[in-house]
């Protein structure tokens, strides 16, 4: 199983990214899929996830009301849609999958990872 994040760019401070993330490879059936995000000198951190059962979203405080996941579970294909972007917003973004449930926000329970996509935020 292969994921392929796209959309990743530079864009001033109150811009808006759509981040794309695809499986390949073998069918599997995911119970959730997720963004993470990596900045320079800074651990890993959850950013938003979308569990297939039952549609429910869930958000980092600091992404709250700015981002937007969404996706098709049939494909297990996730988006993030970037809103009022701010130079802290800067990261490699990775996209993820998680066969069953659990916490969504410890990046642990996830079972399959796709590559970073960069985001540079411009003040």
């Known amino acids: 199983v292969q994921l392929q994040a796209s959309g990743g760019g530079l864009v001033q401070a109150g811009g808006s990214l759509t981040l794309s993330c695809a499986a390949s490879?073998?069918?599997?059936?995911?119970?959730?899929m997720g963004w993470f995000r990596q900045a320079p000198g800074k651990e890993r951190e959850f950013v938003a996830a979308i569990s297939w059962s039952g549609g429910s979203t869930h958000y980092a405080d600091s992404v709250k009301g700015r981002f937007t996941i969404s996706g098709d579970n049939a494909k297990n294909t996730v988006y993030l849609k970037m809103n009022s972007l701010k130079p802290e917003d800067t990261a490699v973004y990775s996209c993820a999958a998680r066969l069953r449930g659990g916490s969504y926000v410890a990046a642990i329970g996830y079972d399959y990872w796709g590559q970073g996509t960069k985001v540079t935020v411009s003040s």
């Open positions: 490879g073998r069918t599997f059936s995911s119970y959730a």
